[in-house]
């Protein structure tokens, strides 16, 4: 089984949102694997769960934004994402489709 998680600070203007919509998309994929949720609440948690920006989703550790590994600017802060229509607060569905595909295959490949 794999760990889904969301990293976020309380106050978080996306996070409450976001969390039934990942659940509904996983639901739409076949995946019931429980989602986690971690508040992160002060700088120093930020700078040691390298987290940039709430929502954060990580699958298996990993970071569902494809740049994240690239970046250092930890911090509690709102985190905004490209999209079609400009930033959004919460990762797209296709980044968080593709990271569920990368581990799908990597659970069968095991």
């Known amino acids: 089984m ?15 949102g976001f969390v039934p919509h ?3 998309l996983l639901d739409a ?22 987290f940039l920006g709430s929502p954060t989703l990580r699958i298996d550790g990993a970071d569902v934004d494809p740049t994240a590994a690239q970046r250092t600017n930890y911090g509690l802060q709102c985190r905004l994402y490209p999209s079609e229509d400009g930033r959004r607060g919460t990762p797209p569905d296709e980044w968080i489709r593709a990271a569920l595909q990368r581990r799908a295959s990597r659970l069968t490949a095991g």
């Open 2 to 16: 794999s760990v889904i998680e969301v990293l976020y600070f309380d106050g978080c203007p996306h996070h409450a």
């Open 29 to 50: 994929v076949g995946v019931d694997d429980r989602i986690h949720e971690r508040a992160v609440e002060t700088d120093a948690d930020a700078q040691a769960h390298r």
């Open 22 to 24: 990942l659940r509904a």
